[in-house]
């Protein structure tokens, strides 16, 4: 069995890439994220596919915790061979009134945590001369969208560092990938389309077709299948040349 460590894996993105590889039934899966129930969701995927499940709730801003995070997963798994790289917050403002604790938040969970958690795994990787780490980032990773700039910064700085570590990971069997989504409908999305459609006094659907979706030329939100069967790919033995990448998945939102 491998071992693949998924941060914020208890919502959203990062839980939907859990269900493609706890089908796969070939690894143990660290939960992590905020969700008071967190514990409950992994014991629920653990039953469902059969297979062994760690939670942590290991906060993306504290260093520490993360790397205890890394330990015990090695204790109770022997080992991480896949690190996705997918617990993240947005929050849209105009540059003039950003707070600089969202601006600090952003970076320190969609970038900071990435380098730590790169960090912590790498030694047993190298060791192995095999690791896959998957970084979510964003179409934002690849181009803008007004009012989101720290979230921007944070995405196209995670395709940067996805890029270095490919280099640095190369000689010892580590890859390293960015995905970048366009908009799929999770939390975090619905959070935006409600406050989005209070800001400019829109209907809910208004804000998904007129603001979010009409980047995309297939209007239709990413589907969660989708990302985790790219991750699972991405993980595999076969994918070993494929590093540094940054891979839309945007309904060609980028082709434009
Ligand atoms: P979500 O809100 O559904 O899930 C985010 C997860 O991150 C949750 O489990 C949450 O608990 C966890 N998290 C947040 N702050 C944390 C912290 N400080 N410590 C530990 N865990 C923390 O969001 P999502 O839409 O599934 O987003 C997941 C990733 O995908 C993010 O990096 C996001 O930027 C990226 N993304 C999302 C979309 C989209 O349209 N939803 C598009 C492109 C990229």
Not at 17 to 24: L, R, S, V
Not at 165 to 189: D, H, R, S
Request: hydrophobic share 45%; charged share 20%; aromatic share 8%.
């Amino acid at each position: 069995m491998k071992t693949i460590l998924i941060t914020g894996s208890t919502s959203g993105i990062g839980l939907g890439i859990a269900i493609e590889f706890a089908k796969t039934k070939q690894y143990n899966i660290v939960f992590n994220g905020l969700e008071p129930n967190g514990q409950e969701i992994a014991d629920g995927i653990a039953k469902q596919y059969g297979i062994e499940v760690m939670f942590s709730n290991a906060n993306m801003l504290q260093p520490a915790d993360l790397r205890k995070m890394v330990d015990d997963a090695v204790a109770k798994f022997g080992k991480i061979d896949v690190l996705v790289n997918n617990a993240g917050i947005q929050f849209v403002s105009p540059i003039e009134d950003f707070p600089e604790d969202k601006w600090n938040a952003i970076i320190g969970i969609n970038l900071t945590s990435a380098f730590h958690l790169t960090k912590a795994v790498w030694k047993g990787m190298k060791e192995r001369k095999f690791g896959r780490i998957i970084n979510i980032a964003s179409a934002h990773g690849l181009v803008a969208s007004e009012f989101k700039s720290a979230y921007v910064a944070s995405k196209h700085g995670i395709v940067g560092f996805t890029k270095t570590i490919a280099l640095e990971g190369a000689p010892f069997g580590i890859t390293a990938n960015a995905i970048c989504p366009g908009y799929v409908k999770t939390p975090l999305v619905e959070k935006q389309i409600a406050d989005q459609a209070k800001a400019h006094s829109m209907s809910e659907a208004d804000v998904v077709n007129k603001v979010m979706l009409y980047k995309q030329a297939v209007k239709e939100f990413v589907s969660l299948e989708e990302l985790g069967q790219l991750a699972v790919f991405l993980a595999s033995d076969v994918a070993k040349t494929m590093t540094g990448t940054a891979l839309p998945v945007d309904g060609g939102w980028n082709a434009q």
